[in-house]
């Protein structure tokens, strides 16, 4: 039981940090840019949280959905 309370919170932090850091804005002067570095850290440190039985495969799905995201949002500024 007490596994299941720490998945829970793990994945409660998980989506609450990409609408702080994950997309956190670079300055530039007509454009924002969202740091797809950073989607992509954020999505493989939540990945591997989440998907604890195999982590590097949740790590790499996590960066992959991460980068994806971030490339959407600069792409449709």
Partial sequence: MA???IQAAV???A????AGSAFARTH???RHHYSQTRGVVVGAVAGAAIDHHKPL?????G???????QAVRNHKQ
């Fill in 3 to 5: 596994s299941k309370k």
């Fill in 11 to 13: 994945l409660s932090v």
């Fill in 15 to 18: 989506l609450m940090l990409p």
């Fill in 28 to 30: 530039h002067r007509h």
């Fill in 57 to 61: 495969q949740g790590a790499l799905i």
């Fill in 63 to 69: 960066a992959a959905v991460g980068g994806a995201v």
